[in-house]
């Protein structure tokens, strides 16, 4: 079937995750999801999304989380991105989207998790995602994993100089020799009532591994930060 927009009528939602359905192809971002403003958290991976990220994605000042993966996105990322200041999980891989990263995401302060791969951008992330010397170092303190299209053999796929990432994807000419681009973190989604369905940590799980983010930055792995 297709998505129910009724769902733009529960505007005191915190949490709303919608991943991995079989819905009709989307033509649009979903308009119903502008009125959620109070929302921290947007689950849409894989619901066959069709179009751009719109410029109102910004009106929704308290998302921390945000995963739109594995849709078909296009477009160019909006420089009104950055008025989500509140983000910590960016995961936007897994799309069509064009263009370069917007300076404006430096203003996201708290983003610990950036997942740009398997789309079409090209450009630089050094001064905007990179910095110091050669851009090795991540302009975020608090950015832990930060992946997108960096390196490969191919002259027909696009790539993004990005020497700060964690880890960089690619595939030839022939789409083979895929390093990261079937990888699929999903998201726990439960939040603890004794604390009004707050999140104590975040856990992403990877293949067979987990990551998991705690507010003191330490994460489940033994990883300091």
């Known amino acids: 079937g297709t998505m129910p927009s009724e769902i733009g009528l529960l505007t005191k939602l915190d949490y709303l995750f919608m991943a991995d359905n079989d819905f009709e192809v989307h033509e649009g971002f979903p308009e119903w999801v502008r009125p959620l403003v ?39 990322m909006p420089t009104e ?44 992330a050094i001064g905007t995602m990179c910095t110091g010397d050669g851009g090795t170092s991540l302009s975020l303190s608090s950015l832990k994993e930060f992946h997108s299209d960096c390196w490969g053999e191919s002259l027909n796929f696009h790539y993004l100089e990005c020497p700060c990432c964690t880890q960089c994807c690619t595939k030839n000419d022939e789409y ?20 009004n369905y707050d999140r104590e940590a975040y856990y992403f799980s990877k293949d067979d591994t987990d990551l998991q983010f705690l507010p003191n930055g330490r994460r489940l792995d033994g990883v300091d930060f």
């Open 176 to 195: 083979q020799n895929m390093t990261c681009f079937d990888d699929s973190f999903l998201a726990n989604y439960d939040g603890d009532w004794e604390r």
């Open 38 to 76: 109070k929302l921290r958290e947007l689950s849409l991976k894989q619901n066959a999304i069709l179009g751009e990220i719109p410029t109102w994605i910004g009106e929704l000042s308290k998302l921390r989380l945000l995963d739109i993966d594995y849709n078909r996105i296009t477009g160019q």
């Open 81 to 124: 991105m950055g008025l989500l200041t509140e983000m910590r999980f960016l995961l936007l891989n897994r799309n069509w989207i064009s263009g370069t990263i917007p300076t404006e995401f430096q203003k996201m302060k708290r983003l610990e998790l950036l997942l740009l791969d398997d789309n079409h951008l090209n450009g630089t």
